[in-house]
């Protein structure tokens, strides 16, 4: 989907890479991503007969591709410590979609190592949701959702403030740097962006965030939380693509 939203282009980076060259993808285990996108760019070269070497990182085995070239990589680590050695080893590399996983701290961390990792020249992409100028709210009931949304954000110490994270990109010392930004919209078919159900059991993944301290902090129990999550499913259908959120690719290079 995200590839669609930015015109059917797996990176916007502006590279020529070659036989030999280095690229590594951070979150490559995600469960939205499970290796997809490693494996395309990969495939996508190897049709030009430029065969690279890919490390693919996450901090979980568990949605790792069983099957990928010899040239791919898959292994446990994190973005916030990559392996010391890896000092201006890769020509290009990409991260998407986790936003919600690290909080300003670690971003800080994350934007440092990746620094660290290129060479020279080399381009960093991240691709990411915004989580601050967010349009989930569009009647009574994903109106409030959204507002739980935000405030577990902030608990756990995620401003979800892309424009900092591209303030973030330049103070780590990082140039030329581009930024575009598209909108997915939500409806009952996911036709220009995510279904209904979709965005559904995406907030139904923060349940055990939201009801942890019995629901108190943010007024609601378990089951009021899934009747919130069902109403505004039922919003987002009557009203196909008004509810929104914006995803931003991030490029930038090493000088």
């Not at 797996?10 to 991503?33: I, Q, Y």
Request: hydrophobic share 40%.
């Amino acid at each position: 989907m995200i590839v669609k939203l930015f015109g059917n282009r797996l990176f916007l980076a502006p590279f020529k890479l070659e036989t030999g060259s280095r690229v590594l993808e951070s979150a490559a285990g995600t469960e939205n991503n499970a290796g997809i996108w490693a494996l395309e760019f990969f495939e996508e070269h190897r049709k030009n007969d430029i065969i690279l070497n890919m490390d693919c990182i996450d901090i979980s085995d568990r949605q790792f591709p069983r099957d990928h070239p010899s040239n791919m990589h898959f292994f446990v680590s994190s973005v916030t410590d990559l392996p010391a050695e890896w000092i201006g080893r890769f020509s290009f590399v990409h991260q998407r979609l986790l936003v919600s996983a690290l909080n300003d701290t670690l971003w800080r961390q994350a934007i440092s190592e990746l620094f660290r990792v290129l060479v020279p020249g080399g381009w960093l992409e991240l691709v990411e949701a915004e989580g601050k100028d967010v349009h989930y709210g569009i009647g009574p009931n994903s109106t409030r959702l959204q507002s739980i949304f935000l405030q577990v954000y902030e608990n756990k110490g995620h401003s979800g403030d892309l424009t900092a994270l591209l303030s973030l990109v330049e103070k780590t010392g990082f140039v030329d740097i581009q930024s575009e930004i598209r909108p997915s919209r939500i409806g009952p078919s996911g036709e220009n962006g995510y279904s209904s159900g979709e965005i559904g059991n995406f907030f139904r993944g923060l349940k055990r965030d939201v009801i942890e301290d019995g629901g108190g902090i943010y007024g609601v129990t378990e089951e009021e939380y899934e009747s919130l999550v069902q109403e505004s499913e039922l919003e987002w259908n009557m009203t196909p693509d008004k509810a929104h959120v914006f995803y931003r690719t991030i490029v930038a290079r090493k000088p």
